[in-house]
Structure formats: C-alpha cells, structure tokens
C-alpha cells in the first residue's frame, strides 16, 4: 500500500499543479480582456487609457493604434504564480470607436 501511495503522490501533485496554472493563466487572460475594453473605451474618448491597466495588476502594459474611425488598445499582462513572473503572457486588444467633436476632428 505504501508504495502505491509513494507512486501516486507525484502524479497527484503534477495535476493539481497544472490545475492551478491553468487557473492563474485563465484569470489573467480574463483581466487582459477587462482592462483592455476599459482602455478602448478611454482611449476612444480622449482620456488617460493607463487608468485601466489597473484592472489587469502588476506589470501590464498597453498598446494604442487606430484603425480607421476605431482606436484600439492591446493590453499584455505577465502571468505570475505565486508572486513569480512565469515568463508566460497573456494578451487582449479591444477597439471602439473614435469620439469626434462637432467639427469632424477627432477628440484625442
């Protein structure tokens, strides 16, 4: 019995490793995409989109483009366990679309 058990423990603990990163990796895709519609949306207005890196935590950065009447943002979040940086990164673009003042010229 014992040594079935000694077998079995580092498969169990592999899996339940990976569970986890998979989890951590899903919550940082998941807050790339938040703060990343956040930041469309700012950028779009003229505001200040680094407000929303907030959103996606330590050690985001963001891209702003725009694409005909679209302004888009693509925001990089670094995917850390247990407070160490994996090397892995997970990433999100989200555009809206241009605010224009009266005039026809873009705001921002």
Do not use: K, W, Y
């Amino acid at each position: 019995m014992a040594a079935e058990f000694a077998v079995a423990m580092p498969a169990v603990i592999v899996v339940c490793a990976l569970a986890v990163g998979a989890v951590v990796a899903a919550s940082a895709q998941t807050a790339a995409q938040d703060a990343a519609g956040e930041a469309a949306r700012l950028a779009a207005r003229g505001d200040d989109h680094t407000v929303a890196l907030q959103i996606a935590g330590l050690g985001a950065t963001a891209s702003v483009r725009d694409s005909g009447e679209l302004r888009c943002v693509n925001v990089t979040v670094p995917i850390r366990i247990l407070g160490r940086d994996t090397g892995i990164q997970a990433s999100a673009e989200s555009c809206a679309i241009r605010d224009f003042d009266q005039s026809g010229g873009a705001n921002g």
